[in-house]
């Protein structure tokens, strides 16, 4: 009797342990794998802006050149490692998008070292701190899928509905305020040198105001009266899981983005956001709003971009 006891408490423990261990695990390769892929993609956009402004021949030479490689490698890697009935087309498309991102970051690299750039080094950071955050979040939350029936609400529907509010929210956000800047009859002075300033702080303010604005909505409105689950709940691969990912990624990051943002205005104050871009005095709302705004945009990106792959 005190043998099986001992043996039941030892097995207790093990779980315990391995359980512990798998967490940890993987929140370490979402630390490594997010901070990865967010220098690669800050990279790549720098490197399109730089390419854009310095020389564009270069950018699209760099990009094809991605492309191409990046294709043939996939290939190569799907002859030697796939079933022999599977489809090429997925590993064309990521051959594809591969071969953009690193086309377009080696590209801007290459402008940036040879006309001296510093800014390249400020871009390398905050993709890193940016992975590195959302890797940290992604890997210890789930979407909440069906969550106790058609008719959802209370907690489950709170959660839900601020999860649908903060995606809807932020796309209508950022849709209204580049149409504000971009297409009404405003008095915005707008040129080749400021257009590219004036579309990323449409995203991040559009997106984080509508951000915020969804979440409190969709959180009141689906604790309330009813919000419906996240769609395609078992498929969590290709479009579908995009899909899912871009919504959980949405809300969870806006969420994380306005933490560590008024967390930053608090203990670095303004110097950061001048390092980024963002001027004029930084309260405790604006840097909410800014956080929220790029932790919404940034994981719409980054939970298509996982969820696509089936990581969860």
């Known amino acids: 009797m005190l043998k099986s006891i001992i043996h039941y408490q030892l097995s207790i423990m093990k779980d315990l342990s391995d359980n512990q261990t798998n967490i940890f695990s993987k929140i370490i390769w979402g630390i490594i ?14 490197g399109l802006f730089i390419g854009m402004n310095q020389n564009l021949t270069t950018i699209i030479s760099a990009l094809l050149m991605g492309v191409l490689w990046c294709t043939i490698i996939s290939l190569i890697w799907k002859s030697l490692m796939s079933r022999e009935d599977e489809s090429s087309k997925n590993y064309v498309i990521g051959g594809i998008v591969s071969g953009l991102l690193l086309g377009a970051a080696v590209g801007g690299l290459m402008l940036a070292i040879l006309n001296r750039d510093a800014s390249f080094g400020r871009v390398y950071i905050l993709g890193a701190f940016l992975g590195g ?11 909440p899928m069906l969550l106790g029936g058609v008719r959802i609400w209370g907690i489950s529907g709170a959660i839900l509905g601020g999860t649908w509010g903060s995606f809807f929210g932020s796309i209508i956000g950022i849709a209204a305020t580049v149409w504000l800047v971009f297409l009404s009859q405003t008095n915005i002075d707008i040129s080749n040198s400021n257009s590219t300033q004036l579309l990323i702080a449409a995203l991040i303010f559009g997106g984080g105001n509508g951000a915020i604005g969804g979440i409190i909505s969709g959180i009141i409105f689906g604790g309330l009266i009813m919000a419906p689950p996240l769609p395609l709940a078992l498929e969590l691969v290709g479009i579908r899981g995009g899909l899912v990912g871009a ?22 104050g303004d110097d950061l956001f001048f390092n980024l871009g963002i001027n004029g005095e930084i309260t405790l709302l604006k840097a909410i709003i800014i956080g929220a705004g790029i932790g919404t945009v940034w994981g719409m990106i980054s939970g298509a971009f996982w969820g696509s792959f089936g990581r969860w």
């Open 247 to 268: 919504i959980w990624g949405s809300f969870v990051t806006a969420i994380a983005g306005g933490i560590i943002s008024s967390i930053l205005s608090i203990t670095i």
């Open 133 to 143: 955050s959302f890797g940290l979040v992604w890997s210890l939350f789930k979407p």
């Open 33 to 46: 794998g997010g901070t990865v892929w967010g220098i690669l993609f800050f990279a790549a956009l720098a």
